[in-house]
C-alpha cells in the first residue's frame, strides 16, 4: 500500500487500499491511530475506511495508521502509513514567510496577573546592532502566556494567541497597542501598522519553533505571516528588580496624595502609604513598607477625596478605579498600584496590584482609607490611614477668560477631518473653525467620537456631544481641552482667538478649554452643518457660539500632513 495517503482540509469520508498477499482463510484485518481527528475506523478485506475531521488550523497535520493483519493460530503481519491532511488556505493582501527571528522575553513584570511577556519580532531582514534595516518588513508580537518550563530557554507556550485588549494582558494574547507591522524606510523611523484582529498560532517540533499569523489591518487588509525554524529569546529581564515575597500588613505613618492627570470630570492622583519614618530632608528611613495607589476619581479643586469603594473591576480610567501595577517598558520601572518593602540594605522587593480595594470614608480632607490588595504573586498588601489628606499640585486653569464670552465666529471657514476608529469603538473626527485671513476673529477646534458610520462620505452625524468620561473618549463624547505635555500645542475641544502673526508664525493669545458642556451638530446633508455650543472652561467661565456653513472634508488615516493638534506658538 503507499506509504501516505492524503486528505484535504475539509476532512473526508474515506477509505485507504490495503491489499493483503496471499490472504489466509480466516484472517482479519485491523488498524488503529491514536490521533482524536481520526475516528470510525473500518477494515474491509482490502481497504481501511475512516472518518477524518475537518483540520481548522494553518499548519499541515500527519497521522501515523497502523495495520494489523491477524491470522492463523495468533499470527500477525504489521504495517504502517501516514495520513497527511492538507491546511487551511489564507487568501491574504501581504505574505510573509519570515527568515529572521528576533525574541526578547520579560517575565512577568508586565503581566497584570503575573502572566509572562515575550516580545517576537519575524522579518525578512535581520536586525542590525538592535536597530531595523533599510527595506525590511518586520511584524512585532507582544505577546502575554504561562510561566515557561525552562527558565534558562524561555519559550511561549503552544497554542492559539488572539488579539487581545488595549492595556489588557490577559494569557494566550499579544496586545493590539504594541503588536503592530514595521516597514523600516531608510534610516527614519519606521513606518508603522496596527491590527484590529488576528491569531498567531505556536508550535513546536522538536527545537524547531513554528509560528503562523493571519491578521487584519487598521485598513481592513490581511496579512499571513508564517516562520519555521529556531528561536532564541534574550532574557530582559530587570537586573535590580526583586519581586517582592512576603505579605505587607501595616499601620500609616505618612501618606501624600499628588495629582496626575485631569480625565473628562475625573482627576487621577497617585497616593502613597508608609510606615516608615521620614528623615530631615523628607526621605524614607528603612525598612519598611510602600504602597502607592493609582486611582481616578471626581476632581475637585479644593484638593478633596470622594468618599467610595475604588476598584480594579471598573475600567482604568473611569469613576471609581484603580490602575493596575505593571513596569513600563520605557523606563523599566513599575507605575500603577503597587507595593515596596525595602530592607535594611535599601534593597527594595516589589510587588504588582492588580486584585482588590480601596475604601474612602469620611470627608473635608479628613479620611479613613482602608486598602485590601493581592499582588499578581498572591502575597496580601494591606493597611490603614486615619487622618488628615489634601491632593497636592492640582493644575491652575490656564484659560485666559476673565469672564463669560461668545465667540465671533462670522469670519470663519471650516474643515472636518476624518481619523477612523481613533480610540475604542466609534470613528473619531476633527472640527475646526478657522479665520479665512488667518487672523480675524475666533476660532474653534472640537475633537468627536461618533457612533460606527459610513467614513468619510457620511460625514459626521447629527447628535448631542458631552465630554469624554474617561481617558479614552466613548461615541457620543468629545475630548475636553488641555495643552500637550510639551506645552507646544493645545488638544481637544478649545476656543481660540486673539490672533497674531510673530514673523512667520501665527497663534492665538487668547484661549479656553472645553472642560464641562454640550456640543450641538446637525448634518444638513451636501457637507452643510450647524454647530451650537455652551461650555465651561477650566476657571468657571461659560463660553458659547453658533456656526452654520459647509466644511471642506480630509481624511486623516490617508493624509499624513493632517495633524491632531493645534500649535499654541
Known amino acids: 500500500m503507499e506509504r501516505e495517503f492524503f486528505v484535504p482540509a475539509e476532512g473526508a469520508d474515506t477509505s485507504a487500499a490495503c491489499l493483503v498477499e496471499n490472504p489466509v482463510k480466516g484472517g482479519v484485518l485491523k488498524a488503529q491511530s491514536d490521533v482524536d481527528w481520526i475516528s470510525n475506523i473500518n477494515c474491509g478485506s482490502a481497504d481501511v475506511a475512516m472518518s477524518v475531521a475537518p483540520n481548522d488550523s494553518r499548519q499541515e497535520r500527519t497521522a501515523v495508521m497502523t495495520v494489523v493483519y491477524e491470522y492463523g493460530d495468533g499470527d500477525t503481519v504489521c504495517t504502517e502509513f501516514n495520513i497527511v491532511q492538507a491546511c487551511v488556505e489564507i487568501d491574504a493582501d501581504y505574505v510573509l514567510e519570515a527568515t529572521e527571528f528576533n525574541g526578547v522575553y520579560f517575565g512577568s513584570q508586565y503581566g497584570h496577573k503575573g502572566e509572562h511577556c515575550y516580545n517576537v519580532y519575524l522579518s525578512d531582514k ?53 503588536s503592530c507591522r514595521f516597514y523600516q524606510r531608510g534610516t527614519g523611523m519606521p513606518e508603522q501598522l496596527f491590527f484590529t484582529a488576528g491569531t498567531l498560532e505556536i508550535s513546536y517540533e522538536g527545537d524547531v519553533a513554528v509560528y503562523d499569523a493571519v491578521l487584519t489591518d487598521t485598513e481592513g487588509k490581511v496579512h499571513h505571516v508564517s516562520y ?112 515596596d518593602y525595602i530592607d535594611e540594605s535599601e534593597i527594595a522587593y516589589t510587588g504588582l496590584i492588580s486584585s482588590g480595594k480601596m475604601t474612602v470614608s469620611g470627608n473635608a480632607g479628613n479620611y479613613g482609607i482602608e486598602c485590601e490588595f493581592v499582588t499578581a504573586e498572591g502575597h496580601s498588601v494591606k493597611c490603614t490611614y486615619s487622618g488628615l489628606l489634601v491632593v497636592k499640585n492640582l493644575p491652575e486653569g490656564f484659560s485666559t477668560l476673565t469672564q463669560d464670552y461668545k465667540l465671533d465666529l462670522s469670519a470663519t471657514v471650516g474643515e472636518i477631518v476624518f481619523w477612523g476608529d481613533y480610540y475604542e469603538g466609534g470613528e473619531n473626527w476633527m472640527i475646526y473653525l478657522d479665520p479665512s485671513d488667518g487672523v480675524t476673529g475666533d476660532a474653534f477646534m472640537a475633537e468627536i467620537v461618533v457612533p460606527d458610520g459610513t467614513g468619510v462620505s457620511g460625514g459626521i452625524p447629527t447628535g448631542t456631544y458631552k465630554p469624554a468620561s474617561g481617558l479614552n473618549p466613548l461615541p457620543g463624547e468629545y475630548v475636553t481641552g488641555q495643552i500637550s505635555s510639551d506645552g507646544n500645542s493645545f488638544i481637544g475641544t478649545m476656543y481660540l482667538g486673539d490672533y497674531v502673526t510673530d514673523g512667520q508664525q501665527t497663534y492665538p493669545r487668547a484661549f479656553a478649554p472645553a472642560i464641562s458642556g454640550d456640543l450641538n451638530i446637525v448634518n444638513l446633508g451636501n457637507g452643510a452643518y450647524e454647530l451650537s455650543f455652551t461650555f465651561m472652561d477650566d476657571k468657571g467661565h461659560e463660553w458659547t457660539g453658533e456656526w452654520s456653513g459647509n466644511m471642506a472634508v480630509s481624511d486623516g488615516t490617508e493624509d499624513l500632513s493632517v495633524s491632531k493638534v493645534c500649535r499654541r506658538r
Not at 546592532?129 to 512585532?140: A, E, R
Not at 528603612?286 to 481616578?296: A, K
Open 228 to 339: 519555521t525554524g529556531q528561536s532564541r529569546f534574550i532574557y530582559d529581564g530587570m537586573t535590580e528588580f526583586h519581586a517582592l515575597e512576603q505579605d505587607l500588613d501595616f499601620e500609616v505613618l505618612v501618606t501624600e496624595a499628588s495629582w496626575l492627570a485631569n480625565a473628562g470630570d475625573l482627576m487621577e492622583i497617585s497616593i502613597t502609604f508608609t510606615d516608615m519614618n521620614l528623615d530631615g530632608d523628607g526621605y524614607i528611613i528603612p525598612p519598611g513598607s510602600i504602597l502607592y495607589v493609582d486611582v481616578f476619581m471626581p476632581f475637585n479643586e479644593n484638593g478633596e477625596l470622594t468618599p467610595g469603594t475604588y476598584s480594579f473591576d471598573n475600567k482604568p480610567g473611569t469613576a471609581n478605579s484603580l490602575c493596575p501595577g505593571e513596569m513600563t517598558q520605557e523606563s523599566m520601572y513599575p507605575s500603577g498600584t503597587y507595593a
Open 126 to 178: 535581520p536586525m542590525e546592532n538592535s536597530y531595523m534595516v533599510d527595506g525590511g518588513t518586520y511584524y512585532l508580537f507582544d505577546l502575554f502566556t504561562v510561566e515557561p518550563e525552562n527558565s534558562l530557554n524561555p519559550q511561549p507556550a503552544p497554542g492559539t494567541y488572539i488579539l487581545g485588549e488595549d492595556r489588557e494582558t490577559e494569557s494566550m494574547t499579544f496586545t493590539p497597542d504594541n
